[in-house]
């Protein structure tokens, strides 16, 4: 093998590190902002200059260069820049890898399961044949060596006892509403809730399309309504003075999942309030952010065993611990017979992705 050795420059090395931590602030801002280049580029002008990264060398208008270069932007006929097809890609990626990163740093994020069996996707461990296993997955080497153990080089012939199958793993598909809050508390003193679960929406859309192509995932945004969100429109949402409709969120994402033709159903929703909204039978919104209003408690749990009745189990992911929501929580996913995790900001992308993961799984023996 031949090497071709080159003289090491420093200073291209420098500017792809700084290309690299511009970028990642630059797609972090881009969320915050909801997708607003020209605001997360002023923003990302100051961080830049207040840490150094930005100087007389390499200012922001050249970093405003590299990304049309790079196609992550393009400029408007009005002359502002906006994100392209290329740009919302790389949204994606990097949110995909960063919850990745995370998951491979955290013990929790291997929920392999035990059990094996028939299924359509082959495994390289093999076993003992069953009556009824599929001829075409007869381990070739390992019933060989089988044989030969038995009966020796001289006269191998194959008995049913020599004969070994791959196991198999049968991933079902299934079909996915990821429901959002984005109601004003989402934001609410200061703490950026609402960014990490843009990033979980993002990750899990490149996720499906590009793994898993037959699955399907739906975005609800829930405030005082609840609307379905074009996954092309994800970094574009923002937040609201909404209180929090809990219920509304679940009839759309219950109404879309009917449509659905996949094996499999869920919801997973990201939220950080108690309800405090109902959508009348008129078509008002009732609201009461005061406590725990029982009207729209019950019609929220009545939701909630709607979609157990369907077989949807609902993930919730809270952003709080608030004694009177974790009691909510409880009895809302008691109701589903689903499941709840207490997930602080930082972390609320591995729990997503360990939990769809885990649950799209299927070992059937």
Known sequence: MDYRYAEFDPRLADLKWLLAKLRAIFEHLLLQTDGD?????????????????????????????????EKVVRATPRGDLRLTHKGERGLRTS????????????????HRVAAEGV?????PETRAYSFGDPVSLIATNETLANAIRRGGVDAITIEEEDLQVYETEHNSSCATVLMIDVSHSMILYGEDRIT???????????LITTQ???DALNVVLFGDEAWEVPLDQIPYCGVGPFH???????????????????????IFMITDGKPSALTERGGEIYKNPFGLDRRVVNKTLEEADACRRL???????MLTEDPYLVDFVETFTRTNRGRAYYASPDRLGSFVFVDYIKNRRRRTR
């Not at 970093?63 to 049309?68: A, M, P, V």
């Not at 509304?248 to 499999?264: M, S, Y």
């Open 95 to 110: 949110s995909l890898d960063a919850i990745f990163s995370n998951l491979r740093r955290d013990a929790s994020g291997d």
């Open 244 to 266: 929090t409709n809990t219920r509304a969120g679940l009839v759309l994402a219950r109404e879309i999942l009917r449509t659905k033709k996949q094996a499999n159903r869920q």
């Open 196 to 206: 990490p679960a843009k990033k979980v929406a993002l990750a899990l859309t490149e």
């Open 119 to 123: 299924g359509l996707e082959r495994l």
């Open 37 to 69: 280049v020209e605001e997360a580029l002023r923003w990302l002008e100051r961080i830049g200059k207040r840490h150094r990264l930005l100087s007389a060398d390499f200012t922001i208008d050249d970093f405003k260069k590299y990304l049309e270069q």
């Open 311 to 317: 077989g949807i189990p609902i993930t919730t992911f």
């Open 212 to 214: 898993y192509p037959k």
